[in-house]
C-alpha cells in the first residue's frame, strides 16, 4: 500500500444547538465507511484557510464565510482508496445560527457524488456511539482546542 502526505484542511462546524457536522463516505477501495468533517485538499498556491472555505462549500453549500481564520494542525495517520495518508491537516471551526442547516451537494466532484454516503449533524456526547469509525479518531479534543467553552472532550473521549 503507497503511503503519501496531500495537504488538506477541514472545518469543524457546529450549528445552534452545538452539533457536530460530520460526513459519512464509503471508501471505493473496500466499503469501508468513515466519519469525519468536510474538508479536502490544498491546491496549489491555496492557503489551507481558503482551501477550508471551497471545500465546505463544495461539499455541503454551506456558507464559508462563517468559517473563523483560526487554524490548528492535526496530525491524521488513516487509509483511504488504497492509499495510507499520513501527515498534518489544517482544522478550522464554523459557526451557524440554525438548527441542522440544510446542505446542498452540487460542488461535488463525480467520485464524491458516488461515495458520499450520507450526513448528520451529531449531538457531541453521542459522537462515540456513531456506527463507523469517526476521522480522526481524536475529533473532540481538536474541536476543544478550537473552541475551549465547550464541554467536548469530556463525554467523546477528548
Known amino acids: 500500500m503507497d503511503t503519501t502526505h496531500r495537504p488538506a484542511a477541514r472545518v469543524i462546524c457546529l ?13 471505493p477501495f473496500d466499503g469501508a465507511l468513515i466519519w469525519e468533517p468536510p474538508g479536502g485538499g490544498i ?11 471551497r471545500e ?3 461539499e455541503t453549500g454551506l456558507d464559508p464565510a462563517a468559517v473563523l481564520d483560526r487554524g490548528v494542525p492535526v496530525e491524521r495517520d488513516f487509509h483511504w482508496k488504497g492509499t495510507h495518508f499520513v501527515g498534518t491537516e489544517h482544522f478550522f471551526l464554523a459557526r451557524y445560527a440554525d438548527d441542522r442547516p440544510p446542505l446542498r451537494r452540487g460542488g461535488l466532484l463525480p467520485d464524491e457524488q458516488v461515495t458520499l454516503a450520507g450526513h448528520a449533524w451529531v449531538p457531541w456526547p453521542e459522537i462515540p456511539a456513531l456506527p463507523d469509525p469517526l476521522e480522526p479518531p481524536h475529533l473532540p479534543a481538536v474541536l476543544a482546542t478550537l473552541a475551549p467553552e465547550g464541554p467536548w472532550g469530556t463525554a467523546a473521549g477528548g
Open 56 to 58: 465546505l462549500a463544495e
Open 15 to 27: 450549528d445552534a444547538a452545538q452539533r457536530i457536522l460530520l460526513l459519512r463516505w464509503r471508501d
Open 43 to 53: 491546491e496549489p498556491d491555496e492557503t489551507p484557510f481558503a482551501a477550508a472555505r
